[in-house]
């Protein structure tokens, strides 16, 4: 922040946007990331927290909308439907008062290696709306996240929320960290689509132990049309430890990262299938 | 610089800040110093206030963030003539020893009172997760909010 002229706070999305399409700009959400940034490049903050349009939990049908400025402490107090995994995932956010101010808009932008909502969003196919001055678009948040947002979004573009499916998935989050506040040493997430006693659909990602939060294609491929049952689950975890590309990381060595994905992946994947037990409320059918 | 009008415990200052100052720094220079400087990183949790009702990490919160919003401390809780119920309790119970920590952890019990009256010792532990306290062990404060809540629920019997 040490080269920033303007601060402003825009009371609509659209005139948020325009301010955002001068070079320079930097959209400030919760501020919990970027607080604290000597970005040289930025000479202007546009504080999204006055836009009511880009907040809020709503549901529609069986669709459930997070804006962008919605909280983890929001998500939490939310007396609706949510899908257990991202209640799961917001509640192992750090800590209260980084809760109350982390953003899921920011939360997803950032794109950090530890991010456990992200985890859980990819898990059930997350569509995410995006908008510039110009245009707005939606996106799948596997297109998010193949690469890095930072390379999708274009200039002056933000999240402005996300969609998800609140019962199409059976679906369980599980977080490994020294302590209930710390970075994850690995996140995972399970979620089932069953037809029919087998499996239609699974969606499983990772973070913590990769670089940013990926999907297991292979594995969700592996599940696919197969009935569920321990041994099956067993096997996909031992799948995950194989296909994931673990990151370097001084806490753990890449044998404990990939003994832990294989127990986590599995016991996800159980519990997703025993319908949801995130030991939260919610439900995913 | 950036001209800001910032509320603290009701009152308004209007000052110039320079765009990265943070909310910490800027109420320490207004003489707020029960706000507390532990790392400036979002970490130990000794710099909390309540910015517009919502606790959180004034380390993490950029002064021009708080223009034209209320910043509450612990000062706008009590003093020691007349100690909120929390603050009594907090030393009835021995969890105050440094009291480095204490003044944030009672903004973070507070908040969590106004929001439910009669906490379990994990809603408790949930609420003052961001807290970082060296000398007492998480546990007599845990006590003291427990004795406070009881105190409140008391007083607002009363009241009726």
């Known amino acids: 922040m040490i080269n920033v002229e303007e601060y402003v706070r825009p009371q609509n999305l659209a005139e948020a946007l325009e301010h955002l399409g001068d070079s320079g700009s930097v959209a400030i959400a919760g501020g919990t990331s970027l607080a604290l940034s000597r970005n040289p490049a930025w000479t202007k903050v546009v504080d999204l927290s006055d836009i009511e349009e880009i907040d809020g939990i709503t549901e529609d049908g069986d669709k459930l909308h997070l804006g962008a400025m919605v909280t983890m402490s929001d998500i939490l107090r939310y007396p609706g439907n949510i899908p257990c995994s991202i209640v799961a995932a917001a509640k192992s956010v750090s800590s209260t008062p980084i809760r109350n101010m982390a953003t ?132 996909a975890g031992v799948k995950a430890g194989n296909v994931a590309s673990f990151r370097s990381d001084f806490r753990v060595n890449s044998e404990y990262q990939k003994s832990v994905t294989e127990k986590l992946v599995a016991r996800a994947l159980e519990n997703a299938f025993a319908n949801c037990r995130c030991d939260e409320k919610g439900s995913a059918e | 610089m950036i001209q800001i009008t910032v509320n603290v415990n009701g009152e308004d200052f209007d000052v110039d800040v320079m765009p990265e100052l943070t909310l910490l720094d800027l109420l320490r220079e207004l003489g707020f110093h029960s706000v507390k400087k532990g790392c400036g990183e979002g970490d130990c949790g000794a710099c909390g206030v309540i910015l517009d009702g919502i606790y959180c990490k004034s380390c993490l919160v950029l002064a021009m963030q708080a223009d034209g919003r209320s910043v509450l401390t612990v000062e706008s809780m009590g003093n020691v003539d007349e100690p909120h119920p929390l603050q009594k309790a907090f030393v009835d119970e021995g969890a105050v020893q440094c009291g480095y920590c204490i003044p944030s952890m009672l903004l973070a019990a507070d908040a969590l009172l106004s929001e439910n009256e009669d906490p379990t010792d994990d809603e408790i532990k949930e609420a003052l997760d961001g807290n970082l306290c060296r000398c007492t062990g998480y546990v007599k404060q845990i006590n003291a909010v427990k004795k406070a809540a009881k105190v409140l629920r008391e007083e607002e019997n009363d009241n009726e």
């Open chain 1, 104 to 235: 899921v808009g920011g939360s997803m932008v950032r794109g950090v290696y530890w991010s456990d909502l992200i985890v859980a969003l990819l898990a059930l196919d997350a569509q995410v709306e995006l908008a510039t001055a110009d245009e707005t678009r939606v996106i799948s948040s596997s297109e998010l996240y193949a690469t890095h947002p930072s390379k999708v979004l274009k200039q002056g573009e933000i999240i402005t929320g996300v969609t998800v499916d609140m019962f199409k998935f059976r679906t369980h989050f599980i977080k490994l960290a020294r302590t209930k506040v710390d970075y994850a040493i690995m996140s995972t997430c399970a979620s089932i689509q069953i037809s029919d006693g087998s499996i239609e659909q699974a969606r499983i990602t990772i973070g913590g132990a990769v670089n940013l939060a990926t999907r297991l294609v292979e594995v969700e491929e592996m599940l696919a049309g197969q009935m569920p049952d321990g041994e099956l689950f067993k096997a």
